[in-house]
């Protein structure tokens, strides 16, 4: 049965940074593509970043461009978001799931694991 779970949220002060780790079992990960995705409060879910199932190829929605950066493991089944210089406006919950995912955009397969707490305050 696949399982997704997220790890890493927390409260971190504007400027700060945090690394998100979702761990995968139960399915052959390395054989999708991964991604990340977030939801603020009264806002839709968000697909930031993706990574192709090789690594190769990355994505990253342009309000976050330059200060994320998503990376692999597939050997331990991790894939991680290293979140820089965050602001406010990167308040929600972060989730990992599978995605469809180019070099230009990505879209959600729709499995996701619970989600982790980023909120970003002074």
């Known amino acids: 049965q696949l399982h997704l779970a997220e790890s890493g949220g927390g409260l971190v002060q504007p400027g700060g940074s945090l690394r998100l780790s979702c761990e995968t079992s139960?399915?052959?990960?390395?054989?999708?593509?991964m991604g990340w995705f977030r939801q603020a409060p009264g806002k839709e879910r968000e697909g930031i970043s993706c990574?192709?199932?090789?690594?190769?190829?990355?994505y990253y929605r342009d309000s976050v461009k330059g200060r994320f950066t998503i990376s692999r493991d597939n050997a331990k089944n991790v894939v991680d978001l290293q979140m820089n210089s965050l602001k406010p406006d990167d308040t929600a919950v972060y989730y990992c799931?599978?995605?469809?995912?180019?070099?230009?955009?990505?879209?959600?397969?729709?499995?996701w694991g619970q989600g982790t707490q980023v909120t970003v305050s002074s």
């Open positions: 799931g599978t995605a469809g995912c180019s070099g230009t955009e990505m879209v959600a397969l729709g499995s």
């Open positions: 990574i192709t199932a090789s690594g190769a190829t990355t």
């Open positions: 139960g399915f052959r990960s390395d054989y999708y593509a």
